[in-house]
T-cell receptor, first 109, second 115 residues
Framework: KQEVTQIPAALSVPEGENLVLNCSFTDSAIYNLQWFRQDPGKGLTSLLLIQSSQREQTSGRLNASLDKSSGRSTLYIAASQPGDSATYLCAGGSEKLVFGKGTKLTVNP | NAGVMQNPRHLVRRRGQEARLRCSPMKGHSHVYWYRQLPEEGLKFMVYLQKENIIDESGMPKERFSAEFPKEGPSILRIQQVVRGDSAAYFC?????????????FGPGTRLTVT
């Protein structure tokens, strides 16, 4: 049974810092790894999808990597901004996504 | 191309009533997924549907919950005789042809409150 864990549960950083969010999973046979952003009271916005055969994806200031052998994915955010404040979720799987509980990020001006 | 649409956005029901949650997938998407987010919990998979078929309902509670995705119209998640523990945010997601990728696009959610 796949389990997804995200560390830390909360993170507070000053504006401009580079930061890394961590996601670990128990089943290395994970198919896809998807990172989302969730703002309070809102839905999920897909940030990056790393497909089974890929190791990383980049979009703007975001970079996500996937290491199946170690059961880890990281989301790197460069030059953080207050607008990046949100909860970041990682999820693994194919049709049935298994979610971590998220990392709540606060970027202070 | 409009995103995944869900309605209503907020729904209040008294214990014992029925709740019907609707989801219209993105245009061209034929796969629909429902997830539930309980307070202070992560999102949990409930059910995966294609048009007129339930593919995987392993996350659905055995009683009172049902889902459908008819040939025409939105997908419906139905909760009969709601209880306070059903209070949660219910999210719908859709994805295109499964042979392409499994990337899921989420709607804004329906927040169900049972009083």
């Amino acid at each position: 049974k796949q389990e997804v864990t995200q560390i830390p549960a909360a993170l507070s950083v000053p504006e401009g810092e580079n930061l890394v969010l961590n996601c670990s999973f128990t089943d290395s046979a994970i198919y896809n790894l998807q990172w989302f952003r969730q703002d309070p009271g809102k839905g999920l916005t897909s940030l990056l999808l790393i497909q089974s055969s890929q190791r990383e994806q980049t979009s703007g200031r975001l970079n996500a990597s996937l290491d199946k052998s170690s059961g880890r994915s990281t989301l790197y955010i460069a030059a953080s901004q207050p607008g990046d404040s949100a909860t970041y979720l990682c999820a693994g799987g194919s049709e049935k996504l298994v979610f971590g509980k998220g990392t709540k990020l606060t970027v202070n001006p | 191309n409009a995103g995944v649409m869900q309605n209503p956005r907020h729904l209040v029901r008294r214990r014992g009533q029925e709740a019907r949650l609707r989801c219209s997938p993105m245009k061209g998407h034929s796969h629909v997924y429902w997830y539930r987010q309980l307070p202070e919990e992560g999102l949990k998979f409930m059910v995966y549907l294609q048009k007129e078929n339930i593919i995987d309902e392993s996350g659905m509670p055995k009683e009172r919950f049902s889902a459908e995705f008819p040939k025409e119209g939105p997908s419906i998640l139905r909760i009969q005789q709601v209880v306070r523990g059903d209070s949660a945010a219910y999210f719908c997601a859709s994805s295109p042809d499964r042979t392409n990728s499994y990337e899921q696009y989420f709607g804004p959610g329906t927040r169900l409150t049972v009083t």
